[in-house]
């Protein structure tokens, strides 16, 4: 069973804090995604890693960062979190010919 | 760049009645098209791709490159179909996927 795994379900975190968001996946994939839900919105694109160390950034880069070390893992910061980062987040990853598959989402509030 | 639009936020349909969501895109290139589900509480997953051409809990979607549209329909809507329906598009190599803005599916009893 395929498994793209995100490190938390619901962070509660202040204005100004720097912001840590983890994602795994164990399909060996090149391609990793980080998008933000929200309603009436759909999924924006924040940014996405076709390979080790390589980053693009996406629709919606302002305000964040990403990391990509090892190719399971794509970490995506917030610098220093606002409330209008208040969102639900999901990874995902892809290989050529695959669809994309996402993790669970972590629901991150900004107080 | 709006790449991927779906014109309605909210549809809803009689259980037993047509249901067609609508996707239209826009990309240079040839995309591959996908539509997506979340039931309430779970997690986005593949519903249909549209080279696979299969048809995945009644629902079908035939892309149209003329109208560059990949609606999304089902002759009989179920219950079980209330969900948020996306569709999507990614480029040839698969690294960049795109998605719209998510039709709310609600089937009346």
């Known amino acids: 069973d395929v498994k793209v795994t995100q490190s938390s379900r619901y962070l509660v975190k202040r204005t100004g804090e720097k912001v840590f968001l983890e994602c795994v996946q164990d399909?060996?994939?090149?391609?990793m995604f980080w998008y933000r839900q929200d309603p009436g919105l759909g999924l924006r694109l924040i940014y996405f890693?076709?390979?080790?160390?390589?980053?693009e950034k996406g629709d919606i880069p302002e305000g964040y960062s990403v990391s990509r070390e090892k190719k399971e893992r794509f970490s995506l910061i917030l610098e220093s979190a606002s409330t209008n980062q208040t969102s639900m987040y999901l990874c995902?990853?892809?290989?050529?010919?695959?669809?994309?598959?996402f993790g669970q989402g972590t629901r991150l509030t900004v107080v | 760049a709006q790449r991927v639009t779906q014109p309605e936020k909210l549809l809803s349909v009689f259980k037993g009645a047509p249901v067609e969501l609508k996707c239209n895109y826009s990309?240079?290139?040839?995309?591959?098209l996908f539509w997506y589900v979340q039931y309430s509480r779970q997690r986005l997953q593949l519903l249909l791709r549209?080279?696979s051409r299969e048809s995945i809990k009644g629902f079908t979607a035939d892309l149209n490159k003329g109208e560059t549209s990949f609606h999304l329909k089902k002759p009989f809507a179920q219950e079980e179909d209330s969900a948020m329906y996306y569709c999507?598009?990614?480029?040839?190599?698969?690294?960049?996927?795109?998605f719209g803005t998510g039709t709310s599916l609600t089937v009346i009893p």
């Open positions: 995902a990853s892809s290989s050529r010919n695959t669809e994309a598959f």
């Open positions: 990309y240079s290139g040839s995309p591959e």
């Open positions: 890693s076709y390979d080790v160390k390589m980053k």
């Open positions: 399909m060996d994939h090149e391609n």
């Open positions: 549209h080279i």
């Open positions: 999507a598009l990614s480029g040839w190599a698969g690294n960049q996927f795109y």
